[in-house]
């Protein structure tokens, strides 16, 4: 049998404008260095947020602690049950109005990461604070390509009047670098695809994408050579993981430039023009965009991502399942219970794909265990009932094992005005920051 050899944890597959990075692999917890140091798993945090809050009857489970029940909106983590912890009675102080009056949709965007109350202005002079992903970053950004990515499917801006005098800078950003920076988004697959396969020469990337375009190759057409002079130096486990990751790649790499259809250029020859990388459909966007994150972790390019479904206040209709009227108008249901039924449509919706990202991650073997394991993924809005507008027992849940550190998944129920910080500063702690404080926080969350 041949003798498996160390690799470095920072092994790259490099060809003309690329540089694939590799998932965690058997070979990189056999030099000595890390032998001596103990082997690391990578601690990865994550942010979801879903816009105009939750329709809460069919969010919230009954019962509290280890046997809790799925719940109408939650049923589609049925798989991972056993890797989801919700928490009720979370609380973003931040979003209230203190005095500010109209404008909860922006105030519960820009303070869902920060615990910070925004500034009212829609001029230059907007005020917030730094994002939890940032605080994080400036501790341990440094050990990964990226020190964060931030994702969405929709577009950031920067200024603009987009709720009752609030800035459009809150209600369409997650991550804040400071006080008055906020950090745009990607929406465009493609986009994100190259950013996460190029080597950062954009000289050498413009011409791998011309090159690989004109002649039809994939991105791993460049790195193959290098591909099979490290798989020689594998054991048998690692080239199957290997061989896995680089098939998701190409798949969705596959997904991604196909998107468009086939379009005929000069003397009936098909041309393929580099697509926008968006789809119109809003599903397959949102599973281009769950499958790029996964790559993200998985390759460990960053440990640190945001995600926003849409920007807050989003008004925008699902007619794909059957609700054709804008989600921010029926999460102003006045209690009607069909408004409600078709609220629970969209939850249920928006959480099927976040099921499809947790399919992704557990199925991706690491450190004996799965992707999802060495993960804390927040999922959940800074506003409960649309309807009233409440920044109280918030829809929050969170996904993955953070290592080990959560041995056992439950409803957890929290004391009334509990900050939704305490939970981040819980998060900074199983990610090595020593941080006594975030945003508006009172302590480190205490459960499991």
């Not at 950003?173 to 020469?201: I, Q």
């Not at 945001?306 to 249901?333: C, K, W």
């Not at 039924?341 to 450190?367: P, R």
Request: glycine share 10%; charged share 25%; hydrophobic share 35%.
């Amino acid at each position: 049998m041949r003798k498996q050899k160390p690799i470095s944890r920072r092994t790259v597959l490099r060809g003309l404008g690329t540089a694939v990075s590799l998932p965690f692999l058997e070979a990189m917890t056999l030099n000595s260095v890390t032998h001596a140091a103990g082997i690391e798993k990578p601690m990865r945090m994550m942010f979801f947020m879903v816009p105009n809050g939750a329709h809460m009857p069919a969010w919230t489970p009954t019962k509290e602690g280890k046997d809790y029940e799925l719940t109408p909106i939650l049923q589609p983590l049925a798989k991972h049950r056993n890797s989801v912890s919700v928490f009720t009675g979370l609380t973003l102080d931040g979003a209230r109005d203190h005095g500010d009056g109209a404008g909860d949709h922006a105030r519960s965007g820009a303070a869902f990461l920060t615990g910070a109350h925004p500034r009212k202005t829609d001029g230059s002079d907007i005020k917030n604070s730094i994002s939890i992903d940032q605080f994080a970053a400036n501790a341990i950004g440094n050990k990964t390509r990226f020190t964060t990515l931030e994702l969405g499917l929709e577009g950031s801006a920067q200024a603009g009047s987009c709720d009752s005098g609030y800035s459009c800078a809150y209600s369409s950003n997650l991550a804040w670098r400071n006080e008055s920076s906020p950090l745009a988004k990607e929406k465009d697959p493609s986009a994100v695809f190259d950013r996460l396969f190029g080597n950062g020469d954009k000289v050498s990337e413009g011409k791998n994408r011309s090159v690989r375009l004109g002649r039809r190759k994939s991105i791993l057409d460049f790195v193959q050579e290098d591909a099979k002079s490290l798989q020689r130096q594998l054991g048998q486990a690692d080239n199957r993981k290997i061989d896995e990751y680089l098939y998701a790649i190409r798949d969705v790499e596959n997904r991604v430039l196909n998107g468009d259809k086939l379009k005929i250029g000069q003397n009936g020859v098909p041309n393929f023009p580099r697509p926008t990388g968006i789809p119109r459909d809003w599903s397959e966007h949102c599973k281009l965009m769950m499958d790029m994150t996964a790559l993200a972790i998985r390759s460990d390019a960053t440990r640190i991502l945001t995600f926003m479904y849409r920007n807050e206040g989003n008004n925008d209709g699902y007619p794909q399942i059957g609700v054709a009227e804008g989600h921010h108008d029926l999460s102003h249901h006045g209690k009607s219970e069909e408004k409600q039924a078709k609220v629970q449509k969209i939850n249920t919706y928006h959480m099927e794909h976040f099921a499809y990202l947790l399919d992704n991650l557990a199925s991706a073997e690491e450190a004996g265990g799965s992707l999802l394991d060495n993960c804390m993924i927040v999922y959940g809005s800074g506003i409960s009932d649309g309807d009233r507008h409440n920044h109280d027992d918030l829809p929050i849940i969170m996904a993955g094992k953070a290592g080990g550190k959560i041995p056992k998944a439950g409803h957890w129920k929290f004391p009334k005005n509990t900050p939704l910080c305490n939970l981040y500063l819980w998060m900074l702690h199983q990610s090595g920051v020593n941080a006594t404080q975030f945003g508006d926080s009172t302590g480190v969350l205490e459960f499991s």
